[in-house]
């Protein structure tokens, strides 16, 4: 089990501002606080007029590969919000490029990769990257945004876990289903392992390397983790993730976030991370019980921000009640729909900042 206490400074600190407000990282470390942090993953998107202003300039990738753009719109919800905490504008896919396989995001469908992973033949042909020659874009404009912010808030990095990657790779992209995922994961286990582990080792370097470059603490995205019952989950997807989860521990507040894991609760439990970020779909309260005193975040459904402002706070105070009895850092429960007008994701930010710890 993770003690909080064991964790040290990130490299960065050496060389940038402390965070001035680090109500985010305090809660992280499981330290009390005057009121809960608050930010909203996604916040870096199109519901922001700005964002889409820098989009319509460049394209996705050109954006995350432009350290100066990233930089710009990473802290864009900083600015307009007022959020606890920037997170860099990247990517979960970008390692997979750097392991050589080809991937390109289309206008209205979402990330594709051509050539899909789905044998042992294909996991031989991934390259292990030097992470700071194929990604060293991510750690450059994880330096500028430190620099920028300049301490006012905190920065996290994050990356997908192997689990959650793997499924884009295998399947060459999103998918309702996963079939062929989930077709390797019954046929040859022991093969899709193989796969696991080459991304998880990526993961690792590339995640070490945006520590040094200045992250304060890092998310780890398990979109599709709910895909697999307890017994598969921990036998398919846990002992990549915790190989991750171990190589990064020591260094900064590590948050795992799955999405669609309520019946994966008693695995989470074993976790070495420092915050549990779960969906909308299970109370904060059922979650402290399954996973005793841990540092929860989430979980306003995404699609709250669509109804009026009255409804939005009302949620939100709700919502910081169900999070009572230990650490708490307010978001949605999965990224912000693009739809959502400006002004009610700013009407959430300021019920967190209004409502004192229950
Ligand atoms: O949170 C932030 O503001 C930081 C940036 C960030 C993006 N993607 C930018 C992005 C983060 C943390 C991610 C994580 C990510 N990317 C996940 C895990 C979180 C989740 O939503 O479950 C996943 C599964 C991806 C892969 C991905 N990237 C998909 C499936 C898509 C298409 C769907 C969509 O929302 O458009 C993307 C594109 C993407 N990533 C956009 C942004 C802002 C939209 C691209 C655009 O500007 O057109």
Same mark, same amino acid.
């Given at each position: 089990m993770y003690h909080p206490g064991e964790i040290t400074a990130g490299l960065g600190d050496l060389l940038f501002s402390p965070a001035v407000n680090d109500l985010f990282l305090r809660t992280c470390r499981g330290e009390p606080t005057e009121r809960r942090p608050v930010w909203i993953m996604r916040q870096a998107g199109r519901?922001?007029?700005?964002?889409?202003?820098?989009?319509?300039?460049?394209?996705?990738?050109?954006?995350?590969?432009? %350290?100066?753009?990233?930089?710009?719109?990473?802290?864009?919800?900083?600015?307009?919000?007022?959020?606890?905490?920037?997170?860099?504008?990247?990517?979960?896919?970008?390692?997979?490029?750097?392991?050589?396989?080809?991937?390109?995001?289309?206008?209205?469908?979402? %990330?594709?990769?051509?050539?899909?992973v789905r044998t042992r033949e294909d996991v031989a042909r991934l390259r292990s990257p030097e992470v700071e020659e194929t990604l060293?874009?991510?750690?450059?404009?994880?330096?500028?945004?430190?620099?920028?912010?300049?301490?006012?808030?905190?920065?996290?990095?994050?990356?997908?876990?192997?689990?959650?990657?793997?499924?884009?790779?295998?399947?060459?992209?999103?998918?309702?289903?996963?079939?062929?995922l989930l077709a390797w994961s019954y046929g040859d286990p022991e093969g899709l392992g193989l796969l696991l582990d080459r991304i998880a080792e990526t993961s690792i370097a590339y995640l070490r390397g945006q520590v040094a470059a200045g992250a304060q603490a890092l998310q780890l995205f398990d979109t599709w983790g709910g895909l697999l019952d307890l017994e598969r989950w921990r036998a398919i997807?846990?002992?990549?993730?915790?190989?991750?989860?171990?190589?990064?521990r020591g260094t900064v507040p590590l948050i795992y976030y799955v999405n669609g894991g309520a019946h994966l609760l008693?695995?989470?439990?074993?976790?070495?991370?420092?915050?549990?970020?779960?969906?909308?779909?299970?109370?904060?309260?059922?979650?402290?019980?399954?996973?005793?005193?841990?540092?929860?975040q989430g979980n306003l459904d995404p699609a709250a921000l669509l109804g009026p402002i009255p409804e939005i706070e009302r949620r939100t105070a709700a919502l910081i009640?169900?999070?009572?009895?230990?650490?708490?850092?307010?978001?949605?429960?999965?990224?912000?729909?693009?739809?959502? %007008?400006?002004?009610?994701?700013?009407?959430?930010?300021?019920?967190?900042?209004?409502? %004192?710890?229950?």
């Open positions: 519901y922001l007029p700005e964002y889409r202003a820098v989009r319509q300039r460049v394209d996705f990738l050109t954006l995350c590969k432009t %350290p100066e753009l990233a930089a710009e719109v990473t802290i864009q919800p900083v600015d307009i919000l007022g959020v606890d905490a920037a997170i860099l504008f990247a990517d979960i896919l970008l390692p997979l490029e750097a392991m050589g396989a080809e991937l390109v995001f289309t206008k209205g469908d979402g %990330p594709s990769f051509p050539h899909p060293g874009y991510v750690f450059a404009a994880m330096r500028l945004v430190r620099r920028e912010l300049d301490g006012r808030v905190p920065v996290l990095g994050f990356g997908g876990t192997p689990w959650t990657l793997a499924a884009y790779l295998v399947e060459g992209g999103g998918s309702k289903q996963y079939e062929h997807a846990l002992p990549p993730l915790r190989k991750v989860a171990e190589a990064l008693p695995g989470l439990a074993e976790l070495p991370v420092d915050v549990l970020s779960v969906d909308w779909r299970q109370p904060l309260s059922q979650v402290r019980q399954a996973v005793g005193p841990r540092v929860l009640a169900q999070g009572r009895g230990g650490g708490h850092i307010v978001n949605l429960g999965h990224g912000i729909l693009p739809m959502v %007008p400006v002004e009610n994701a700013k009407a959430f930010v300021d019920a967190v900042k209004r409502t %004192p710890v229950p």
